[in-house]
């Protein structure tokens, strides 16, 4: 159980398009979904937590209208990289918090966005 | 506000040799704490967690941490490394107060020699 999925795995586009990530959490609800930014060699930082039927807070330093979220459902949120650029390449990671569990989040696969 | 730190960026051990990732963390009261593993290009896989209650976790894989409050610290053990031990490993510390977002360190990575 506790299953997370990240729609696509891997993304190429050119610059100045805008590419959707889809975060779903298979067999539970997910009241609140986090996203984080992996840069190579680097830990996971927190962008945004999105909670089902309501904005997303962001982290200070991201760009709400560059990285727009939304949690549209229990069980989906998505991750629109607005506008991309080269310096948006980055692995984004979804982790989602089942709503029987305060404590806990479940990470998905990961997306590996690289922007040419 | 919360903070995690690993102080050691790689570490190689020999197969068979044991294990031991540091962590220290910084937090006001007692803080939820997670050990997670990440290979190559993959999402992050839950090792354990601590809440409350006995301090010694046990975990999967062989792994076990132990939470230290007067040393802030929940170091991860594993007697006896294989091959496959080899990927990078995150400390993480979350609290109620902060909505439990978690807040990761910088991460070590861990190389097996045959």
């Known amino acids: 159980g506790a299953v997370v999925s990240q729609h696509p795995s891997w993304v190429i586009c050119k610059s100045g398009t805008s590419v959707k990530i889809e975060c779903r959490s298979l067999?539970?609800?997910?009241?609140?979904m986090f996203w984080y930014r992996q840069f190579p060699k680097q830990s996971l930082m927190l962008m945004a937590t999105s909670n089902e039927g309501s904005k997303a807070t962001y982290e200070q330093g991201v760009e709400k209208d560059k990285f727009l979220i939304n949690h549209a459902s229990l069980t989906l949120s998505t991750l629109t990289v607005t506008s991309a650029h080269p310096e948006d390449s980055s692995f984004y990671i979804c982790?989602?918090?089942?709503?029987?569990?305060?404590?806990?989040?479940?990470f998905g696969p990961g997306t590996r966005l690289t922007v040419l | 506000a919360q903070s995690v730190t690993q102080p050691d960026i790689h570490i190689t051990v020999s197969e068979g040799a044991s294990l031991e990732l540091r962590c220290n963390y910084s937090?006001?009261?007692?803080?939820?704490l997670f050990w997670y593993v990440q290979s190559p290009g993959q999402g992050l896989q839950l090792l354990l967690k601590?809440?409350?209650?006995?301090?010694l976790v046990q975990g999967i894989k062989g792994f076990e941490a132990e939470f230290k409050r007067s040393q802030s610290s929940f170091n991860l053990r594993k007697p006896s490394v294989h091959w496959s031990d080899a990927a990078e490993y995150f400390c993480?510390?979350?609290?109620?107060?902060?909505?439990?977002?978690?807040?990761f360190g910088g991460g070590t990575r861990v190389l097996v020699k045959p």
């Open positions: 601590y809440f409350s209650g006995d301090t």
């Open positions: 993480a510390v979350g609290s109620p107060a902060a909505g439990n977002k978690l807040t």
């Open positions: 937090y006001g009261a007692t803080p939820y």
């Open positions: 982790s989602a918090r089942p709503a029987a569990s305060y404590n806990e989040q479940f």
């Open positions: 067999d539970f609800q997910a009241t609140t």
